[in-house]
T-cell receptor
């Protein structure tokens, strides 16, 4: 079974631009979560989607948004990029997303904002 | 709220055992997880333990869980240079779906 895939793997943007990141979960998985990883803040939860609905959201500004499609693929969007948005963005998928359901992570998208 | 704490660094000699420790706060956690991150890579699920277990062994990995002290440890036997990575302990957030709370990660350095 193929793992979680994320595209693109690397992105360089400038302040004020917007960016869209994509995540394809493991086949059959319906829950997709997004995390931001930075050296200063570590791994922080952004949001989680299940059956095209956002069920859970972390403490991030409204510039961070996401969506999920009917095939469970998910995208996240960051508008009006700031230097502090430079990070590794990780996507994780799981079967049904309940407590105890194991999350499997993709390789991440490294975003650099100049 | 939930909090997960880990020591930041561990240095071991090749062939020795490594023990990475973690403390967590949410006593209702059903599962606790260990993930491994190699340089430039995502998170790889190493192992997990159900909260009603005290110990789980998986090849070179042994997970010990002390629920009373909310302490979790990961032991790697016969540590190899390929084990050099950052190891994250994680617990599920009690108040929402599929949200993991991670520790800061323990950087394991294996030297000859």
């Amino acid at each position: 079974k193929a793992g979680v895939t994320q595209t693109p793997r690397y992105l360089i943007k400038t302040r004020g631009q917007q960016v869209t990141l994509s995540c394809s979960p493991i086949s059959g998985h319906r829950s997709v979560s997004w995390y931001q990883q930075t050296p200063g803040q570590g791994l922080q939860f952004l949001f989680e989607y299940f059956s095209e609905t956002q069920r859970n959201k972390g403490n991030f500004p409204g510039r961070f948004s996401g969506r999920q499609f009917s095939n469970s693929r998910s995208e996240m969007n960051v508008s009006t990029l700031e230097l502090g948005d430079s990070a590794l963005y990780l996507c994780a998928s799981s079967s049904w997303g309940g407590n105890g359901d194991t999350q499997y992570f993709g390789p991440g998208t490294r975003l650099t904002v100049l | 709220g939930e909090d997960v704490e880990q020591s930041l660094f561990l240095s071991v000699r090749e062939g020795d055992s490594s023990v990475i420790n973690c403390t967590y706060t949410d006593s209702s956690s059903t599962y606790l997880y260990w993930y491994k991150q190699e340089p430039g890579a995502g998170l790889q699920l190493l192992t997990y333990i159900f909260s009603n277990m005290d110990m789980k062994q998986d090849q070179r990995l042994t997970v010990l869980l002390n629920k009373k002290d909310k302490h979790l440890s990961l032991r790697i036997a016969d540590t190899q240079t390929g084990d050099s990575a950052i190891y994250f302990c994680a617990e599920p957030f009690s108040g929402g779906y599929n949200k993991l709370i991670f520790g800061a990660g323990t950087r394991l350095a294996v030297h000859p």
